[in-house]
């Protein structure tokens, strides 16, 4: 018996995943094609069976369950309707996928991007491949039924979080141009990096989102980035404080050019670090506009 491969190409979960992180970059850019968002609005459309099989994926992901053995009958549950869906035109589908993005992107670089929650998605694709495939390796296809049912029965998001998810989900107002649903969509790779609400985005906050996830695969680049930038914020908050008249605000502003100065970046940037740096530009644009406004 021969474990079930995992493929990139074949995992809708995971392509979806990496259109939306195209899209992200096509906004951030100012990318005025829109491959990425043209190819979602074209292959998930409502009706497809792309669209059909996503849900089943985003089921297995999203939903959280107290038990386990609630968990595991949802699992099973879930595979046996993805068994329902139309595979000759699913395929095909996935195949005409394919291949429009590989007529628009670098494939290789495409599918290199890292996934946060990819482990959860290729145990996805394991378990509905065991549904049609013969002879497969049992204990390898246990084991990603066992990675499904602990992600569905980890811990829900505390009510508090949500809340703050829901804040984030208003956007930005670069973005506001677009439909709601590809504005979420848009947005949904920074709200794991960034919990933190802004409300119009500078060019300075711009470009670190545009670095952050142009190089998220490139470490080292990012680090060089967040480096030069670090010194040009403290600078600009010191002189913002040189202005100020009112003590308590000068004390706690001295405190965060405190806090940037002696921030140390290891072998990769944190994501506490850039939102630091995120919170120090909101911070400079705050008070300089009560500097001006005075």
Known sequence: MKKIKHSKFKNTGVLFELLVRQI????????????????????????????????????????????????????????EAHTKLNAIKLNKEKYNLIKEISSKFDIEQFLSSPITNYKVLASVYKVFESKITKNYDIKDVFNS??????????????????????????????YRKQDKD?????????????NKK??????????????????????????????????????????????????????????????????????????GQVSAIMLSYELIKELNSKINGK
């Open 145 to 174: 039924k066992i990675t499904l049912i602990e992600n569905i029965i980890s811990k829900p998001v505390s009510s508090k979080l949500n809340e703050k998810v829901k804040e984030e989900q208003k956007l930005i107002e670069s």
């Open 198 to 271: 802004y409300t119009n985005l500078d060019d300075s906050q711009k470009g670190l989102l545009r670095e952050y996830i142009n190089n998220i695969t490139n470490t080292s680049k990012f680090k060089d980035y967040v480096s030069q930038e670090t010194p040009k914020i403290v600078k600009e908050l010191k002189s913002i404080n040189s202005k100020l008249k009112d003590k308590v605000t000068q004390i706690k502003l001295s405190e965060t050019i405190s806090v940037l100065e002696s921030m140390k970046l290891g072998k990769a940037v944190s994501d």
């Open 24 to 79: 992200t970059l096509e906004v951030l850019n100012g990318d005025k094609t829109e491959n990425a968002k043209k190819i979602v609005k074209e292959f998930f459309a409502q009706g497809t069976e792309l669209n059909k099989e996503l849900r089943l994926y985003e089921l297995l992901t999203k939903e959280k369950y107290s038990s386990e053995s609630r968990a595991e009958k949802f699992v099973d549950t879930v595979a």
């Open 182 to 194: 590809l504005r979420l969509l848009t947005y949904k790779i920074l709200v794991e990096t960034f």
